[in-house]
């Protein structure tokens, strides 16, 4: 899985970018990247994991409530942007989680850029050609939407064609001069390179960590979820489903384990990953203790998702990322997350009996064999909480809770204050909160332009 001869001009481009003085999004140099001689050089640059699926962004983890730190826990963080972000604290020296996703862009549209220039001289070639734009524009719209969950505004149908999106990177030209799309602007072009890519993508996820057609139609519910778009949302979560639905049964791993999922399981849809900041280290991410108690003892996840710290707190060890030396999160595209989605939109269409049909799907492969007594109607509460209860905590530390608290946070019954404490100090998040906007990093600022968020 990794890079050929076409690497030493993207790691040029790379090395660029995350230098101080000149970053991606920055001050452009007077070039463009070198041009690939066949197809094969394009193709390989979608091989390579690291700059294509290992640097997810981060910072929504750390700003998230799934867990929280102790003042010794939170002075050890060694950078101060992940103590600031803990705190909700303005501050603009993003790094690499502004950095890494636009890299990822970059090679997407270099392999766009160039492949009309690419001469295809077999019927093989011909037919490959499809299938590597498709990847290329999947891609694209992948870190695009990423970015778009943490530097602009959780999108608001009244407001969004003024409301400032991201700068749209759909050129490799560093030339080009960079502008903060609308907020309508960016989800319309993230969802028309989903669309677009789509028919030429291979219908199974075979290689996990390539894009596929299961992945493009659970991109696009994401995308739609995170606009509050839930019949959309719903019916792309079927179409990923229709396509690819497999569940691993639990009481098929060994839960004590402290790696208890393998990499590209059989869940795993398209494969991602984000580093481990230092605020989520197993020393110092204490997880929320309500949360963790929300588990029944018969529930697997309990023992497979947790290790005790041995102070009576608990470590995140659940990730399907197969790794417990390297740790890492899985921000991938997985089918518990399709079930969820779409059990939740049915729910909000009134279809309560098909949603509970879902979750109960989910639910029997998480509980220990003869344990799980499936949910019937009526449910106290309702569907719609018990789900969305469900997919926090199925779906803990992938770097989704923070897009699901900007929109939940619109609707009145699921809006929620977050708190931390800090050296006797009490910070606080109030829903609608600017603050559910990260500030854009200060280089792009200050060569670019443009305007910074609140």
């Not at 093989?124 to 505004?153: C, D, N, T, V």
């Amino acid at each position: 899985m990794y890079i050929n001869k076409f690497l030493p001009a993207i790691s040029l481009i790379a090395i660029i970018m995350t230098s101080s003085c000149n970053k991606y999004l920055d001050k452009k140099p007077n070039q463009r990247l070198t041009t690939p001689a066949t197809l094969d050089d394009l193709s390989q640059l979608l091989n390579d994991y690291d700059r294509i699926n290992g640097y997810y962004p981060s910072a929504g983890e750390i700003s998230a409530d799934n867990y929280y730190l102790l003042d010794d826990g939170w002075a050890s963080t060694g950078l101060e942007l992940h103590r600031n972000l803990y705190l909700w604290q303005k501050f603009d020296q993003v790094g690499s989680d502004w950095v890494s996703p636009y890299t990822a862009v970059l090679t997407a549209n270099v392999i766009l850029d160039n492949l009309d220039k690419i001469p295809l001289n077999s019927a093989m070639q011909k037919e490959a050609a499809p299938e590597l734009k498709a990847k290329a524009l999947f891609i694209r719209a992948y870190y695009h939407f990423g970015l778009s969950q943490l530097f602009m505004p959780v999108y608001n149908k009244a407001t969004a064609n003024t409301d400032l999106g991201i700068p749209l990177k759909l050129s490799a030209d560093i030339n080009e001069k960079i502008t903060r799309a609308s907020s309508q602007r960016t989800y319309d072009c993230i969802i028309a390179d989903i669309k677009n890519a789509i028919n030429d993508l291979p219908v199974a996820p075979d290689k996990r960590y390539l894009p596929s057609r299961p992945a493009a139609y659970g991109l696009l519910s994401r995308v739609y979820l995170s606009m509050q778009e839930y019949k959309e949302a719903g019916l792309y979560a079927d179409s990923c489903l229709q396509l690819y639905n497999t569940l691993m049964d639990y009481n098929s791993i060994d839960p004590a384990s402290d790696a208890p999922f393998t990499q590209f399981n059989d869940e795993d849809i398209y494969d991602t990953q984000a580093a481990y900041p230092s605020a989520l280290y197993q020393g110092n991410a204490k997880v929320d203790s309500v949360l963790y108690n929300s588990f029944s003892d018969m529930d697997i996840r309990k023992e497979a998702f947790f290790s005790s710290n041995g102070d009576g707190t608990y470590f995140f060890k659940g990730n399907y990322t197969g790794k417990s030396d390297d740790p890492t999160m899985f921000t991938g595209i997985a089918t518990d997350e399709m079930y969820l989605t779409r059990a939740e939109c049915l729910a909000r269409q009134g279809d309560s009996l098909n949603a509970l049909n879902d979750l109960n799907t989910l639910l029997k492969n998480r509980f220990l064999k003869g344990s799980f007594v499936p949910y019937s109607l009526p449910v106290p509460g309702g569907v719609l909480k018990l789900i969305l209860s469900e997919r926090r905590k199925e779906l803990i530390f992938r770097e989704l809770r923070w897009t699901d608290l900007r929109r939940l946070n619109k609707e009145p019954a699921f809006a929620d204050t977050l708190y931390r404490f800090i050296n006797g100090q009490k910070y606080e998040l109030l829903p609608g909160s600017s603050r559910y906007t990260l500030q854009i990093d200060k280089n792009t600022i200050d060569i670019s332009g443009i305007e910074q968020n609140p």
